[in-house]
C-alpha cells in the first residue's frame, strides 16, 4: 500500500477519434495494479444525453451495465475486463448529467441569484465529479479518460476542468495525450505534423500534455520521437509507441515494453514499486494465442453489422475459449434473415447458438426460427436477455402449441402474455434510467444445470430488462418440460413479495440455458465467466 494523496492521470485523444484511449487506459491501470498501486478509471462523455441507455447501438455501441446499475459507455467494460475491478455510476460522467445537477440547483435557489456560467459553476461539477471517487482514500490512482478528441467544442468545458486542477495541484495531476500519427507510402515516413497541431491545440487551451502515446502502424524511428518530443515539450521518453496488436490483451504488455507505466510513475514522482506481476495475463495471452480446439458460434441478434453493439458479448466469449483452449469463432448472423425455410444452411455448420439481448419487434422471427433450430436439433443454445424471453415464446408455441404465445412488448393483444411487463414497470413515464438495472440476487435451483455451472446455489448478476416471464403459466411449462432454474424474491410496485424468474432451462436438452440477466457483463481476463465456459465446452462436445 502506497502512503501519499490520490493522484489523477488524465488520457486525452487528438486528430481522429476510436484510437483507443479506453484500451490505453485501461492497459495503464492493469499495469499500475500490477506494481501495487490501487487504481480505477473513469469517463467523462461529452454528449448531452444524461446516459447512453436511450442511445440506439448504431449510435454508441453497447450499454453497459455497473453493479450498481449505471448505464454506462461500453469503455467500462474495457476497464472492468482489464482491471477486474467493478465500476460504478461515479466512473461515468456526461455532459448531460453535469448541465442537469447544475440546473437543479438553480431551480433550488442555490445560486443564491448568481449567474450560472460555464466558468466556474460547470468546471466546478465536473471537478467535483473527477474527485468523487477519491473520496475515503480508496484509490491512489484515477486515470480519466476524456471522450471525443480535442479541439471539439463539447469537449472544451473538460479540457478546461483539467487545466484549473492541473493549475490546483500540479504534484497531483499528469495529462496524457493519445495521437495518430499516419504513414505516408508516397513518402515512406511517418507523419508528426497532425500531432503537432493536436498539442497546439491543447497548448491553446492552457494545458500541456506530460506524455504522449502515438497510435501508429509502423515502427516509431528515433528521429520521429525526437521530434514529437521537441515540438509538443516532452522528454523523448515520454513519446510512446502503440501499433497495431493482434489481440487488445497484447496492449499492456506492449505498454509496459514501452515504459509507459514507468514514466507514469517518475513524472508523478511515485517509486516504481516491484516489476509488473503479470503472470495470469501471460497464461491468458499464451492460451489465447495457441488453442488446442475450434468452435463455431452462431450470434444471432439485429445489430450484427456492428460487433460494438455485442462488445461483452464476444470478450466473454474469447476468454471463455481461452479457458477451454479453445478458439471461438463468432459467426454473426442477422435475425432479420433469417426464418424457418434458411435457417439450416445459415446455422449447421455452428456448433452452438447465442440468441442476443434487444429490445422491440424487429427481427423476433430469426430469433425463434433461430431457437426452434437449437432446440429440436439438440445444439447448444444460450438465450440473454431478450434472447430467454424468445426461449420462453418458442417454447409456448412449438411445444405447448400456443401458436399465439408471445411477450406483450410485441404483442398486447396475445391470449398467451407467457412474458408480460414487470409489475412495477406499469406506470414509467420516462425511458431512461427506468429499467431494472445493476445487480440482484438470484438462487439457482438444487440440480439444475446452472448450479452446477456456478458451483453454488447464490449468485449475484447484472440486469437490464422491463419485461419478465409470467409466473402465471410456470406450471405449463415445467409439466411441458421447460424447468424454472433460478429465481430472485423481491418486491412489486406495492410492497407484496414476489418471486421472479431469472433463469430456465429444458434437462432433456444437452445445454439448453435462457437467463433473464446479462453474464457477459461480469466477464474479467482473470474471471470468465463461468456460465460462458460451461456453453463454449458444451459446444466443443457438439463438434
Known amino acids: 500500500m502506497h502512503k501519499h494523496t490520490t493522484k489523477f492521470i488524465f488520457v486525452t485523444g487528438g486528430v481522429a477519434s476510436s484510437l483507443g484511449k479506453g484500451i490505453i487506459s485501461a492497459s495503464l491501470a492493469r499495469l499500475l495494479l500490477s506494481r501495487g498501486y490501487k487504481t480505477t478509471i473513469q469517463k467523462l462523455d461529452p454528449y448531452i444525453n444524461i446516459d447512453p441507455g436511450t442511445l440506439n447501438p448504431y449510435e454508441h455501441g453497447e450499454c453497459y451495465v455497473t453493479e450498481d446499475g449505471a448505464e454506462t459507455d461500453l469503455d467500462l467494460g474495457h476497464y472492468e475486463r482489464f482491471t477486474n475491478i467493478p465500476t460504478s455510476q461515479a466512473n461515468n460522467v456526461t455532459t448531460g448529467r453535469v448541465y442537469q445537477s447544475i440546473i437543479e440547483k438553480e431551480r433550488r435557489g442555490d445560486y443564491l441569484g448568481s449567474t450560472v456560467q460555464v466558468v466556474p459553476h460547470i468546471t466546478d461539477e465536473i471537478k467535483r465529479r473527477i474527485k468523487l471517487l477519491a473520496e475515503g482514500g480508496k484509490f491512489d490512482m484515477i486515470i480519466t479518460e476524456i471522450g471525443g478528441t480535442v479541439g471539439d467544442i463539447e469537449s472544451l468545458p473538460y479540457i478546461e476542468a483539467v487545466r484549473q486542477l492541473t493549475w490546483e495541484s500540479p504534484e497531483d495531476v499528469m495529462v496524457i495525450h493519445l495521437t495518430y500519427m499516419p504513414y505516408l507510402a508516397a513518402a515512406g515516413e511517418l507523419k508528426t505534423k497532425p500531432t503537432q497541431h493536436s498539442v497546439k491545440t491543447m497548448l491553446e487551451q492552457g494545458l500541456q500534455p506530460d506524455m504522449i502515446v502515438c497510435r501508429t502502424e509502423h515502427p516509431l524511428s528515433r528521429s520521429a520521437r525526437d521530434k514529437v518530443a521537441l515540438f509538443c515539450n516532452v522528454r523523448p521518453e515520454c513519446v510512446i509507441e502503440s501499433r497495431d496488436a493482434k489481440s487488445i490483451y497484447e496492449v499492456p504488455l506492449m505498454m509496459m515494453q514501452e515504459g509507459l507505466d514507468r514514466e507514469v510513475l517518475r513524472t508523478l514522482k511515485l517509486p516504481y514499486g516491484g516489476k509488473p506481476n503479470l503472470t495470469l495475463w501471460r497464461v491468458f ?101 431478450l434472447g430467454m424471453q424468445c426461449g420462453v415464446i418458442e417454447y409456448a408455441r412449438n411445444v405447448l402449441g400456443w401458436k399465439d404465445a408471445d411477450s406483450t412488448e410485441m404483442n398486447l393483444r396475445t391470449h398467451h402474455p407467457v412474458i408480460h411487463i414487470m409489475d412495477n414497470q406499469k406506470n414509467v413515464k420516462n425511458m431512461g434510467g427506468t429499467m431494472r438495472l445493476g445487480a440482484y440476487p438470484c438462487t439457482l435451483k438444487k440440480g439444475s444445470l446452472l448450479a452446477e455451472i456456478y458451483g453454488t446455489q447464490t449468485i449475484s448478476e447484472r440486469h437490464r430488462h422491463r419485461y419478465e416471464l409470467n409466473n402465471d403459466y410456470i406450471k405449463d411449462f415445467e409439466k411441458a418440460g421447460m424447468k424454472v432454474a433460478g429465481v430472485n424474491v423481491g418486491k412489486d410496485a406495492s410492497g407484496k413479495k414476489i418471486t421472479r424468474v431469472e433463469a430456465v432451462e429444458i434437462p432433456a436438452h444437452p445445454f439448453f440455458v435462457g437467463v433473464q440477466y446479462h453474464p457477459e457483463y461480469k466477464s474479467t481476463v482473470e474471471n470468465p465467466h463461468p456460465l460462458f465456459i460451461a456453453f463454449v465446452a458444451a459446444a466443443m462436445r457438439n463438434i
Open 285 to 385: 495471452l499464451r492460451r489465447l494465442e495457441h488453442p488446442r480446439h475450434e468452435v463455431k458460434i452462431a450470434l444471432v441478434g439485429k445489430y450484427v453489422e456492428l460487433h460494438d453493439a455485442y462488445k461483452s458479448i464476444l470478450e466473454a466469449f474469447l476468454q471463455a475459449g481461452a479457458m477451454n483452449s479453445c478458439k471461438v469463432q463468432v459467426k454473426m448472423v442477422h435475425s432479420e434473415q433469417l426464418n424457418k425455410a434458411n435457417v439450416e444452411k445459415m446455422l449447421g455448420d455452428c456448433q452452438g447458438v447465442l440468441v442476443a439481448p434487444g429490445f422491440g419487434k424487429r427481427g423476433i422471427a430469426g430469433k425463434l426460427a433461430a431457437i426452434e433450430y437449437a432446440r429440436t436439433r439438440r445444439v447448444p443454445f444460450l438465450g440473454i436477455c
